[in-house]
């Protein structure tokens, strides 16, 4: 089945430094993919939907500019986070669309970020 | 904005006993989605509902989708340790649009 694929599982990263989440669809070509954040035994809240070959459309609240999207192929898109402080420490989850499954919507394994 | 509202938010119960949990809405959805997150993995995705009134069954869970496709519920039968996780229902307002996430129902089922 479609399979999504997060990198890296987990990161620590110094307060100031920027670092960098891909989200690569396997087996299937994704034209949209989404990027949520998601707090301990809460929900997934979605950040911004991530369009290849266009700009990222963010939620509201979202700041684009803390929270660079690049969807640059059919397979990949990478979410970074710019000037990280400990409040971004957080799991991030991205997910995609595999039109040749109805649409379905597959979820990468997430990426855990501490801000230290 | 849509919302999904869903219920209970946490549940403890006993092995072998019957749960169900509830997502609504005021809006209508073309899909809904019923998900299963274990702590530090993604959702994994259980059923999709796209029919008013559909009933799928998946072991011992079952899944409804309201008739006018604004509500769906989830029922687990003799739960198991196994079962424990987080539950999330998500609904979809076209066929590849976004998706609105319930608030999660986190299930803990004791031995």
């Known amino acids: 089945g479609a399979v999504v694929s997060q990198h890296p599982s987990w990161v620590i990263c110094k307060s100031g430094t920027s670092v960098k989440i891909e989200c690569r669809s396997l087996d299937f070509q994704a034209t949209t993919m989404f990027w949520y954040r998601q707090f301990p035994k809460q929900s997934l809240m979605l950040m911004a939907t991530s369009n290849e070959g266009s700009k990222a459309t963010y939620e509201q609240g979202v700041e684009k500019d803390k929270f660079l999207i690049n969807h640059a192929s059919l397979t990949l898109s990478t979410l970074t986070v710019t000037s990280a402080h400990p409040e971004d420490s957080s799991f991030y989850i991205c997910s995609a669309s595999a039109q040749t499954a109805g649409n379905t919507i597959y979820f990468g394994e997430g990426s855990w970020l501490t801000v230290v | 904005t849509q919302l999904l509202e869903q219920s209970p938010q946490f549940l403890s119960i006993q092995e072998g006993e019957n749960l169900t949990v509830y997502c609504n809405s005021s809006s209508v959805f073309s899909s809904l989605q019923w998900y299963r997150q274990e702590p530090g993995e993604g959702p994994v995705l259980l059923v999709t509902?796209?029919?008013?009134?559909e009933v799928k069954k998946l072991k011992r869970l079952t899944f409804q989708f309201g008739d006018a496709r604004k509500d769906s519920s989830l029922h687990i039968t003799a739960a198991q340790p196994g079962d424990t996780g987080l539950y999330l229902c998500?609904?979809?307002?076209?066929?590849?649009?976004?998706?609105?996430f319930g608030d999660g129902t986190t299930l803990t089922v004791k031995p």
């Open positions: 509902v796209v029919t008013g009134g």
């Open positions: 998500a609904g979809r307002s076209t066929n590849a649009g976004k998706s609105t």
